[in-house]
Every structure is written in C-alpha cells, then in structure tokens.
C-alpha cells in the first residue's frame, strides 16, 4: 500500500494517466523535472493531501485537483501563463452534453458509481477510455471532451496551503472539462 511516492529530479516530460489508480497515496512528490501538464485523472486521487510540483514547466492544472482535498501544494516556479479566454457556450447545443454514444453513456455510470472494471472484464480500450475520462468542476465524469476551457481560479478558494511564487493575485489557469451547461456558466 503505497503512501508517498517521490519522483522528483527524474526528468519526466509526462505522468502517466493510470497515476489515480494509487488509491492509498497521500503524499506526491513531482518537483525538478519538465512536466508541462498534469493528467487529468489525477483528481481521482481520494487520499492525495500533500503535492509539490516545484521546479517544472506547469502552464495550468487540471481541473479535477480541485476535487482533492489537498492541505499542501507547492507550485513555485512554473510556467503559468495568465490569459482569458472567452467563455461562452461555443458551437454546440446543451444537448451534445446529454446525448452521446452508448459507451459514454456506460462509461459515465461506471465512473460515477465507481463499479470496478478491469481487461478480463471488458474490452481493453474500454478500459483505456475509462481510465482517461476527465472530470467536471462539479466531480461527475466527462467522457466527451468537447467542452473544455482554461479557467483561472484563486488557489487559496480550494487549497489550504499553497506555495506559489509567480504571481501575486495567486491565480492559475485550470483545464476545465464540462458536463453540462449549468456547470460550464459557474
């Protein structure tokens, strides 16, 4: 049962996605590598409370970390680009939110009961797809990743302790996947 993990100084360009599968790992230790994103399953981390991702080349994080209850995260000397992007409702209906395969349709059940999958049991790229599935501001899965924006947020609003040097407002850019309008417009 894994508790802390330690990678820094390793030279990452890439975490992989299946990180949130250490289900017991309280503690993430990612500082002096070349990381320019965090993946997005990341925030599935239940038991994640301390985070350093010090030292990197960090343009936004994902918006799921904010379905963490971290109580440490150390972000100092990253890349964080501060710009506004138009948020509107782009070239889609409300409904393209609602209505899509039948396999996003299951994957979204699968993801929000959090009913156990593996290879054996389904389809290899189900599994993938599962495993690759973003999550919404509000914590429900999003399988249809054409409703994305970068969204600043205020760290201290949803962290307890955050090291940050680049900015004063203390504002960062969030990948912000969503799934539906109601939460698009928060």
Known sequence: MLKLLDLSSNQLTELPKAIWK??????LKLDNNMLQK??????????LRYLTVSKNALISLPCSLMQCKLEHLDLSTNNFNHHKENLEWKQHSPWDC?????SHLASKIVLKYKLFYAPNVIPWTLVEFLDNANMCICGSPVVNDMFYRNKEYVLKDY?????FD????RTVAFEC???SPKCFSR
């Open 22 to 27: 250490l289900q017991n790992l309280v503690t």
């Open 38 to 47: 965090l993946p997005a399953p990341i925030g599935r981390i239940g038991s």
């Open 98 to 102: 609602y209505i899509g395969s039948l």
């Open 159 to 163: 962290f307890r302790v955050v090291v």
């Open 166 to 169: 680049n900015n004063r407002t």
């Open 177 to 179: 996947y969503y799934c």
